[in-house]
Nanobody, 126 residues
């Protein structure tokens, strides 16, 4: 069992940055792939980024490539999402999710994850 807690959300202006954190407790986090998803009002939850257990393999949805960076510190049981050049369309509740996997190609759909955090709100004003 893994418990996930997101933090770092907030209200920023267009072009500013935020760093989200996803802290895990429970079983060894280093054996898990971790993804970030987001859900805007009235829209379905969508994939944002994911990282393999080692941190060496990362994947992003096209709309955030070059602006967002996912990373992990297994010693701290934490995965980060660095978000730069934020846009109003990035406004959403951001969720982290985890699944036990040694794959170097983590899932990019929410059905591939078992454990979910409660979400953190990111609002980007224009």
């Amino acid at each position: 069992q893994v418990q996930l807690v997101e933090s770092g959300g907030g209200l920023v202006q267009t072009g500013e940055s935020l760093r989200l954190s996803c802290a895990a407790s429970g079983r060894t986090y280093s054996s898990y792939v971790v993804g970030w998803f987001r859900q805007a009002p009235g829209k379905e939850r969508e994939f944002v980024a994911t990282v393999s257990w080692s941190g060496r393999n990362t994947y992003y949805t096209d709309s955030v490539k070059g602006r967002f960076t996912i990373s992990r510190d297994n010693a701290k049981n934490t995965v980060y999402l660095e978000m730069n050049s934020l846009r109003p369309e990035d406004t959403a509740v951001y969720y982290c999710a985890a699944a036990y996997s040694s794959s170097t190609s983590p899932p990019r759909v929410d059905s591939g994850y078992i454990y979910w955090g409660q979400g953190t709100q990111v609002t980007v004003s224009s």
